[in-house]
């Protein structure tokens, strides 16, 4: 049995039995978390490590987090298509399609976090329109949708589909309005990256997360947009290394992942320098102004000390800021991998701290330092959502034409 018929032209790929074999493995993790959502689902929230200390934790670290990392979609989308740069037209479909696994997985994460799913509609139906949450479900909604729609081009090129006359007229018409979609993409992700930092920013009974206001946007807004474009294509040439890694060919040139490189140290520096005024600026003005110190927000008992502000400012921020900005650095793969991966963590610390230890933090004067450890079906499920991942990559990778260049490369 062969399926040889549907890959895209000229490439290889392993045989039927290897990749019904890799699919395996991929399914254990999807069963385990499929039994945790079955859980959630079922039985409500109350079976995770949730509580009314903590109700946002692992699973909106983790929605964060890859909604940052996907953030390479939108903004390599802009590059390329509105700003014009031409290098990128080789990552730009893996950049798509890793920013549609980012988003379509945290809203899979959303839909468990609700808790009583058949409420789900409340938030479009019912929206709070004091809320910036209600701004993030509609943008995050609508991109997602922008995201599907750049993704159908992809599947319409695939050989067999291609061949169809409807099919491939569609696809190229798709290709051509591709700079509009982009266009509308980048509003939206722009947009939704920022309200969910300025719903942590107006916050001012979480003195950890206030801030003050820039016109009607406090400070954190721009800086999770900021954060979001700096490791975004960083992690989206992490993963065209990891494919290559996996699959033991070629699949974007060298050339190409410099530049994704140094367009995400160049943004990370940005973010860094800012970053560390916003935290000066907060330690020195705005606690003080609550009658707070800066001590008083750390707890290294409970897990939550200093460390992890030194760890995401410099030793997973201006470290590898400094490292991507450097060409000895980006001529090296090794290092510039690493470089990558330490802004992806500084990135996930970041989300991981505005979203736990701002809960972590007592207000009230009955409140009480507390430790949040998430449990098995929280586990399970973010696991569940990282499969799906490696599930419709591997599906694309070997039926879907996303690298041009992989033939040239294997030659």
């Known amino acids: 049995m062969s399926d040889r018929a549907y890959w895209p032209e000229g490439v290889e790929r392993c045989s039927v039995g290897k990749f019904l074999a890799w699919l395996g493995v991929i399914s254990i993790f999807l069963a385990w978390g499929g039994y945790g959502a079955f859980k959630v689902l079922g039985t409500g929230i109350g079976v995770t490590g949730l509580d009314n200390y ?77 809320s910036m949450l209600t701004e993030v479900i509609f943008c995050i909604t609508c991109y997602c949708t922008v995201l599907i729609i750049e993704y159908v081009p992809l599947i319409l090129e695939n050989r067999k589909i291609n061949e169809n006359r409807f099919c491939h007229h569609l696809a190229h018409n798709f290709h051509v309005y591709m700079p509009l979609f982009a266009g509308i993409g980048t509003f939206l992700s722009f947009f939704h990256q920022g309200s969910l930092g300025g719903m942590y920013g107006v916050l001012f009974g979480r003195p950890f997360v206030f801030r003050e206001g820039f016109f009607i946007w406090p400070w954190t807004f721009f800086l999770f947009i900021s ?163 490696f599930l419709v990559m591997s599906i694309s990778y070997r039926y879907l034409p996303i690298f041009p260049q992989e033939v040239k490369l294997n030659k």
């Open 227 to 389: 954060s979001a474009i700096a490791s975004g294509p960083g992690f989206t040439m992490l993963c065209a290394a990891l494919m290559e890694a996996i699959t033991g060919r070629k699949l974007v040139s060298y050339e190409t992942k410099k530049l994704m490189g140094k367009i995400s140290g160049l943004l990370l520096c940005v973010y860094i320098f800012f970053k560390i005024i916003d935290t000066y600026a907060w330690a020195k003005g705005i606690l003080p102004g609550m009658g707070l110190t800066f001590d008083q927000m750390f707890n290294s008992e409970y897990g939550y000390g200093k460390i992890l502000l030194w760890l995401e400012l410099f030793w997973f921020g201006a470290i590898p800021a400094v490292m991507l900005i450097t060409p000895w650095v980006r001529e090296r793969p090794a290092l510039m991998y690493t470089a990558a991966i330490m802004t992806a963590i500084g990135v996930t610390i970041n989300r991981f701290v505005f979203t736990v230890q701002a809960l972590a933090i007592p207000v009230m004067p009955f409140d009480r330092w507390t430790t949040y450890v998430p449990n098995w079906a929280e586990w399970s499920t973010s696991g569940m959502i990282v499969a799906y991942g």
């Open 54 to 130: 903590f109700g946002f934790g692992l699973w909106i670290t983790f929605d964060l987090a890859v909604i940052a990392l996907g953030a390479g979609a939108f903004f390599s989308g802009f590059l390329r298509y509105i700003i014009r740069i031409d290098e990128l037209k080789n990552i730009i479909n893996l950049a798509v399609i890793v920013g549609f696994l980012c988003y379509s997985g945290a809203m899979l994460v959303l839909v468990l976090d609700i808790g009583q799913p058949l409420r789900a509609w409340f938030g479009y139906w019912h929206p709070n329109v004091h």
